[in-house]
């Protein structure tokens, strides 16, 4: 091998560097650890609420080893945590450095958001009153509902099904004021059909770029955003968010920012009273036979108020009668009065009545009743009267800000600073000059409620664009609406249309599990490859451990974030990565077989191996590729990890394992490439494969019709993620009964249809329900939560809350572990995107099969094997999925799983092929049949050896490894048993049968050298 000294070097600093890179992360763990124990020990749990004081507490121990500063000299500079001698290192830089954990392994919360394009539609068209276009809108939303097309399409759709002579390009619809550079009257439909289209994504663009500006805010260590192709929909994953509402917030406000001049409690009190009399009113003329009994001060407005006022401070309840609108208190400046917060609907709708707003003096009526934000545990709302307009539209809006910050008002609360245009100043200037002159107030409103309604003391007005909204809000809250004002406001309503909420208690466990099948599986690796290759198998598990280090370094230095299925994908790579070295060895045996000395062999076996080493790995990075282009979230995690493990996994092989042996071999040891018990294993074995083909094909074809029958008639077991729903993993104290369980939730006053599965132990349920499927509100969300605590209430420990159920509650974590929710949209676009993952696969092995081994037959042979390996698997999930004590539903991750089961096959199938073409040149007199069981017969001990190591890792991931990954083993487990048999007995077979019968065979025999010269 020549070089050796550069891949020494190479090897060296590739080592050291994951090494280093890996240290941030233990240290970013112990530094964390220490703020749990000091949370703990801060915290008992005598104490109440403890778990939230502890998680605070925890929070406060971390933060203040990124903001504390001691003095150095002259100067304050952050803490440093970390001395590596040449360099120290803060918290926040350990932090940045430590390898990222996904959603399911550190906890976060995975989005998609859907941008309406129903309201940037209406915004192109200016709020249009056309009945035309606007029964398009609404008939658009119901296509949407069986729909695959996007809205746009659907929208199109509806136009031309009932436009008449309607033209898109109207001046009432499209052709108006706004849009007069792109759309003219006389133009086509088509015509505007394609501007839309472009001005659809524009704002989806504009959409896009204004989340991820607000989730770089954020603060979340690798947060990711990507656009879902042309549907309007944002994918975003922020590992380690724990508030969900904050989230919410966060991503689906709108930040419609406004400045307007207030009426003052004097002057819309009146009118607020004159309201509740009309109520008062109106009750007695639908009571008359009561009116004698109802004694009711109506003297004057200044008895009202005092008789209102004297209610509150004797704390009488007994006031519906007189105060119906149920006034708390009079207001006093911009606040006209307050109320409680519960009937806030029933006070807006009463004073925006018609027949009340008559009443408002002309120059009020366009005036304009709004909320102000209200204080936190507080049951009462202030309300507030601004001054609006014909058009509705504010003197100054959101659209001038420029720049927004965190910051304090003068009574040290916090609040937001903003800075305007030049544009914004001027008007903002000329807005508080008149509120000075007037003692006037300016309310700021954002999505129509009121932060805050400031008077102006600065006479002239305030010059330069600057302003200041302070609130009730915590710091927290300030910090994220400065971060939503200064990345601006979306150009459309957003909803979340799938949410994904993990828990950092089900993250440990799958951390604990996870590491305990990663030692098992790499402990059996390790002893397996010493028991059958002896000495050489030692050089073999050293490559093995620094490939292992290799790719938790790439991981780390790339930034990669690690998830749950990554791992999976990490184990598998010890499980195929030994494939590398069992073919070197194994063609080494075979030059040592022959006679030649043991330098030679060990050259040419190397030489040898690397067709197939090259082959069986690149198929099965192509289908890592394409999990990665098609997979999202935790999938593509799981791909990230097997296309690095596959790149090093070649890297140690090749390289690592070749400089060991021949560093062993130079100082005079004797390798043997094997031990007493395998020397002759394998040796003379010699099956006559093709002979026994019918009777495989006969074998396979009653397992894919048994497999088709069962896919055609009981179906498959569709997780939420294709059928759409709320899915939720609850733990109880002690094991429960699924029957028991399954009655309570499919009661019609409940859920009436809920399916419940064991996960795992007995004491943990996997509850999938369709109730409200549809409504995708956070209202929904929390009445299908609060139904299920309310129903599993007798199986929960007593006393338990809904606040602790939400949660988990104790060290074992006893309530909602994990909920998911996707809807019925969503679910057609993952059954569609998972059909062409399989087959963009398969079309890109044939091809690259094609291209490898230049005769089609070898290309349908392969995708033969590896259709009828997707197939019984599927088949074997449908005939096993109602009784397995385990969950098998095909969601996401089981994509992964056939995925990779086609990987696997390719893998095999290759290696197979690799030597029979290898044959084929070598042994040109060879009968052709005589040629493909030489081949077959010749990697026996390669594909059993790989086969049996896989399995083995799979088999201890299976049994000590997450619950959550079960099924997909389950899957990878089937997969490498057909896959295996295909190899030998279908893709072999049938490419021997249609190259004899395509006059193939001839042709094939006579390729001379033709590889090689090549």
Same mark, same amino acid.
């Given at each position: 091998?020549?070089?050796?000294?550069?891949?020494?070097?190479?090897?060296?600093?590739?080592?050291?560097?994951?090494?280093?890179?890996?240290?941030?992360?233990?240290?970013?763990?112990?530094?964390?650890?220490?703020?749990?124990?000091?949370?703990?020990?801060?915290?008992?749990?005598?104490?109440?609420?403890?778990?939230?004081?502890?998680?605070?507490?925890?929070?406060?121990?971390?933060?203040?080893?990124?903001?504390?500063?001691?003095?150095?000299?002259?100067?304050?500079?952050?803490?440093?945590?970390?001395?590596?001698?040449?360099?120290?290192?803060?918290?926040?830089?350990?932090?940045?450095?430590?390898?990222?954990?996904?959603?399911?392994?550190?906890?976060?919360?995975?989005?998609?958001?859907?941008?309406?394009?129903?309201?940037?539609?209406?915004?192109?068209?200016?709020?249009?009153?056309?009945?035309?276009?606007?029964?398009?809108?609404?008939?658009?939303?119901?296509?949407?509902?069986?729909?695959?097309?996007?809205?746009?399409?659907?929208?199109?759709?509806?136009f031309d099904a009932i436009k008449g002579d309607t033209k898109l390009a109207s001046p009432d619809i499209f052709a108006n004021r706004d849009l007069s550079d792109d759309i003219k009257f006389d133009m086509s439909d088509d015509e505007v059909k394609t501007?839309?289209?472009?001005?659809?994504?524009?704002?989806?663009?504009?959409?896009?770029?204004?989340?991820?500006?607000?989730?770089?805010?954020?603060?979340?260590?690798?947060?990711?955003?990507?656009?879902?192709?042309?549907?309007?929909?944002?994918?975003?994953?922020?590992?380690?968010?724990?508030?969900?509402?904050?989230?919410?917030?966060?991503?689906?406000?709108?930040?419609?920012?406004?400045?307007?001049?207030?009426?003052?409690?004097?002057?819309?009190?009146?009118?607020?009273?004159?309201?509740?009399?009309?109520?008062?009113?109106?009750?007695?003329?639908?009571?008359?036979?009561?009116?004698?009994?109802?004694?009711?001060?109506?003297?004057?407005?200044?008895?009202?108020?005092?008789?209102?006022?004297?209610?509150?401070?004797?704390?009488?309840?007994?006031?519906?009668?007189?105060?119906?609108?149920?006034?708390?208190?009079?207001?006093?400046?911009?606040?006209?009065?307050?109320?409680?917060?519960?009937?806030?609907?029933?006070?807006?709708?009463?004073?925006?009545?018609?027949?009340?707003?008559?009443?408002?003096?002309?120059?009020?009526?366009?005036?304009?009743?709004?909320?102000?934000?209200?204080?936190?545990?507080?049951?009462?709302?202030?309300?507030?009267?601004?001054?609006?307009?014909?058009?509705?539209?504010?003197?100054?809006?959101?659209?001038?800000?420029?720049?927004?910050?965190?910051?304090?008002?003068?009574?040290?609360?916090?609040?937001?600073?903003?800075?305007?245009?030049?544009?914004?100043?001027?008007?903002?200037?000329?807005?508080?000059?008149?509120?000075?002159?007037?003692?006037?107030?300016?309310?700021?409103?954002?999505?129509?409620?009121?932060?805050?309604?400031?008077?102006?003391?600065?006479?002239?007005?305030?010059?330069?664009?600057?302003?200041?909204?302070?609130?009730?809000?915590?710091?927290?809250?300030?910090?994220?609406?400065?971060?939503?004002?200064?990345?601006?406001?979306?150009?459309?309503?957003?909803?979340?249309?799938?949410?994904?909420?993990?828990?950092?208690?089900?993250?440990?466990?799958?951390?604990?599990?996870?590491?305990?099948?990663?030692?098992?599986?790499?402990?059996?690796?390790?002893?397996?490859?010493?028991?059958?290759?002896?000495?050489?198998?030692?050089?073999?598990?050293?490559?093995?451990?620094?490939?292992?280090?290799?790719?938790?370094?790439?991981?780390?230095?790339?930034?990669?974030?690690?998830?749950?299925?990554?791992?999976?994908?990490?184990?598998?790579?010890?499980?195929?990565?030994?494939?590398?070295?069992?073919?070197?060895?194994?063609?080494?045996?075979?030059?040592?077989?022959?006679?030649?000395?043991?330098?030679?062999?060990?050259?040419?076996?190397?030489?040898?191996?690397?067709?197939?080493?090259?082959?069986?790995?690149?198929?099965?990075?192509?289908?890592?590729?394409?999990?990665? @282009? *098609? +997979?999202?979230?935790? /999938? #593509?995690?799981?791909? &990230?990890?097997?296309?690095?493990? %596959?790149? =090093?996994?070649?890297?140690?092989?090749?390289?690592?394992?070749?400089?060991?042996?021949?560093?062993?071999?130079?100082?005079?040891?004797?390798?043997?490439?094997?031990?007493?018990?395998?020397?002759?294993?394998?040796?003379?074995?010699?099956?006559?494969?093709?002979?026994?083909?019918?009777?495989?094909?006969?074998?396979?074809?009653?397992?894919?019709?048994?497999?088709?029958?069962?896919?055609?008639?009981?179906?498959?077991?569709?997780?939420?993620?294709?059928?759409?729903?709320?899915?939720?993993?609850?733990?109880?104290?002690?094991?429960?009964?699924?029957?028991?369980?399954?009655?309570?939730?499919?009661?019609?006053? @409940? *859920? +009436?249809?809920?399916? /419940? #599965?064991?996960?795992? &132990?007995?004491?943990?349920?996997? %509850?999938? =329900?369709?109730?409200?499927?549809?409504?995708?509100?956070?209202?929904?969300?929390?009445?299908?939560?609060?139904?299920?605590?309310?129903?599993?209430?007798?199986?929960?420990?007593?006393?338990?809350?809904?606040?602790?159920?939400?949660?988990?509650?104790?060290?074992?974590?006893?309530?909602?572990?994990?909920?998911?929710?996707?809807?019925?949209?969503?679910?057609?676009?993952?059954?569609?995107?998972?059909?062409?993952?399989?087959?963009?696969?398969?079309?890109?092995?044939?091809?690259?099969?094609?291209?490898?081994?230049?005769?089609?037959?070898?290309?349908?042979?392969?995708?033969?094997?590896?259709?009828?390996?997707?197939?019984?698997?599927?088949?074997?999930?449908?005939?096993?999925?109602?009784?397995?004590?385990?969950?098998?539903?095909?969601?996401?991750?089981?994509?992964?799983?056939?995925?990779?089961?086609?990987?696997?096959?390719?893998?095999?199938?290759?290696?197979?092929?690799?030597?029979?073409?290898?044959?084929?040149?070598?042994?040109?007199?060879?009968?052709?049949?005589?040629?493909?069981?030489?081949?077959?017969?010749?990697?026996?001990?390669?594909?059993?050896?790989?086969?049996?190591?896989?399995?083995?890792?799979?088999?201890?991931?299976?049994?000590?490894?997450?619950?959550?990954?079960?099924?997909?083993?389950?899957?990878?487990?089937?997969?490498?048993?057909?896959?295996?048999?295909?190899?030998?007995?279908?893709?072999?077979?049938?490419?021997?049968?249609?190259?004899?019968?395509?006059?193939?065979?001839?042709?094939?025999?006579?390729?001379?050298?033709?590889?090689?010269?090549?």
């Amino acid at each position: 091998m020549q070089n050796k000294g550069i891949i020494k070097l190479f090897a060296l600093l590739f080592g050291l560097v994951s090494i280093y890179q890996l240290s941030f992360t233990f240290k970013a763990n112990q530094i964390e650890d220490e703020a749990q124990m000091a949370a703990v020990a801060k915290y008992d749990e005598s104490v109440e609420n403890y778990q939230d004081l502890r998680a605070q507490a925890e929070i406060d121990y971390l933060d203040s080893l990124k903001t504390s500063k001691i003095q150095v000299g002259d100067e304050f500079e952050p803490i440093e945590v970390y001395n590596l001698g040449l360099s120290q290192y803060t918290y926040s830089e350990v932090e940045n450095n430590a390898m990222k954990l996904g959603l399911d392994l550190k906890g976060g919360i995975n989005a998609i958001i859907q941008i309406s394009v129903k309201d940037i539609l209406k915004g192109l068209a200016n709020n249009s009153k056309d009945p035309v276009f606007n029964k398009a809108l609404a008939d658009a939303e119901e296509l949407q509902k069986d729909a695959q097309e996007s809205y746009l399409e659907s929208f199109f759709r509806a136009f031309d099904a009932i436009k008449g002579d309607t033209k898109l390009a109207s001046p009432d619809i499209f052709a108006n004021r706004d849009l007069s550079d792109d759309i003219k009257f006389d133009m086509s439909d088509d015509e505007v059909k394609t501007v839309l289209e472009r001005k659809i994504d524009e704002s989806i663009v504009s959409a896009f770029e204004v989340l991820r500006n607000r989730i770089d805010g954020f603060g979340v260590s690798s947060p990711n955003i990507q656009r879902l192709g042309n549907s309007g929909r944002i994918l975003i994953e922020l590992p380690g968010a724990r508030d969900k509402k904050r989230v919410v917030d966060i991503i689906t406000k709108t930040a419609q920012l406004q400045f307007w001049e207030t009426y003052k409690a004097e002057e819309m009190f009146p009118y607020v009273l004159q309201v509740n009399q009309a109520l008062v009113e109106a009750a007695q003329e639908d009571s008359k036979e009561t009116a004698e009994n109802a004694e009711v001060e109506q003297d004057s407005v200044t008895n009202t108020i005092d008789e209102l006022t004297g209610q509150i401070e004797t704390d009488s309840t007994d006031v519906a009668d007189v105060n119906p609108l149920g006034i708390q208190s009079p207001g006093n400046g911009p606040v006209i009065a307050r109320f409680l917060a519960k009937d806030k609907e029933e006070v807006i709708a009463a004073l925006n009545a018609p027949q009340n707003r008559a009443q408002l003096p002309a120059e009020m009526r366009y005036a304009k009743f709004v909320w102000g934000i209200q204080e936190k545990d507080s049951e009462f709302a202030e309300l507030y009267a601004i001054k609006g307009n014909r058009d509705g539209v504010p003197q100054l809006s959101g659209a001038v800000i420029t720049d927004a910050r965190q910051d304090y008002d003068q009574i040290s609360r916090p609040a937001v600073s903003m800075q305007m245009n030049a544009k914004g100043a001027k008007i903002w200037e000329e807005m508080t000059k008149k509120a000075n002159e007037e003692d006037g107030n300016i309310a700021i409103v954002l999505d129509d409620i009121v932060y805050s309604a400031p008077g102006v003391s600065q006479v002239g007005g305030i010059a330069g664009g600057n302003s200041q909204i302070s609130g009730a809000f915590s710091l927290t809250e300030a910090v994220d609406l400065a971060n939503v004002l200064r990345a601006g406001k979306l150009p459309a309503s957003a909803e979340i249309i799938q949410a994904d909420e993990v828990g950092p208690s089900l993250g440990q466990e799958a951390i604990d599990s996870g590491m305990k099948s990663f030692l098992i599986a790499l402990a059996f690796v390790l002893l397996w490859m010493i028991f059958y290759y002896g000495k050489a198998g030692i050089f073999a598990d050293v490559a093995l451990l620094l490939n292992i280090l290799l790719i938790f370094g790439v991981l780390a230095s790339l930034g990669a974030v690690l998830t749950l299925p990554g791992i999976a994908g990490i184990v598998l790579t010890i499980g195929i990565s030994v494939d590398a070295n069992v073919l070197i060895f194994e063609r080494i045996r075979e030059e040592i077989a022959k006679g030649k000395s043991q330098k030679e062999s060990i050259k040419d076996g190397f030489a040898n191996a690397l067709s197939s080493i090259l082959d069986a790995n690149i198929t099965t990075g192509l289908t890592a590729l394409i999990l990665f @282009v *098609f +997979g999202t979230g935790p /999938i #593509k995690g799981f791909a &990230t990890t097997l296309i690095i493990g %596959i790149l =090093t996994s070649l890297f140690t092989a090749i390289f690592i394992t070749r400089l060991l042996i021949d560093w062993w071999v130079n100082r005079g040891g004797k390798l043997d490439f094997s031990t007493a018990m395998t020397k002759n294993l394998f040796k003379n074995v010699n099956i006559n494969f093709l002979k026994k083909r019918k009777i495989a094909y006969v074998i396979s074809g009653v397992l894919i019709l048994a497999s088709l029958g069962s896919l055609f008639t009981t179906g498959l077991d569709q997780g939420i993620d294709f059928v759409g729903g709320r899915t939720y993993q609850v733990r109880f104290e002690q094991p429960v009964s699924t029957e028991e369980i399954s009655s309570v939730l499919n009661d019609p006053a @409940v *859920f +009436g249809s809920a399916e /419940i #599965k064991t996960i795992g &132990t007995a004491n943990q349920l996997k %509850i999938s =329900t369709k109730y409200k499927v549809e409504d995708n509100s956070v209202e929904a969300d929390e009445e299908v939560q609060t139904k299920l605590f309310e129903a599993l209430k007798p199986y929960l420990p007593d006393g338990m809350s809904y606040a602790e159920f939400q949660d988990g509650s104790g060290d074992e974590k006893i309530g909602k572990m994990l909920s998911s929710k996707v809807s019925p949209t969503i679910a057609d676009d993952i059954k569609k995107s998972s059909l062409w993952a399989v087959l963009g696969s398969l079309v890109v092995v044939f091809l690259y099969i094609l291209f490898r081994f230049k005769k089609w037959q070898f290309s349908l042979g392969a995708v033969a094997a590896v259709f009828h390996d997707v197939l019984i698997v599927l088949g074997i999930f449908s005939l096993t999925w109602k009784f397995m004590p385990f969950s098998m539903e095909i969601d996401q991750a089981f994509i992964a799983a056939i995925l990779t089961v086609i990987g696997y096959s390719l893998n095999d199938t290759v290696v197979v092929f690799d030597r029979i073409r290898e044959f084929l040149n070598e042994h040109t007199s060879w009968e052709f049949g005589k040629t493909i069981n030489a081949s077959l017969n010749s990697t026996l001990s390669r594909t059993l050896n790989t086969s049996v190591t896989t399995l083995v890792v799979l088999l201890a991931m299976f049994m000590f490894g997450a619950d959550s990954l079960r099924g997909l083993l389950f899957a990878l487990i089937i997969g490498v048993l057909v896959g295996t048999y295909s190899s030998m007995f279908i893709a072999t077979p049938l490419m021997y049968d249609t190259a004899k019968k395509g006059d193939a065979a001839e042709s094939l025999k006579k390729k001379v050298k033709e590889e090689d010269e090549e």
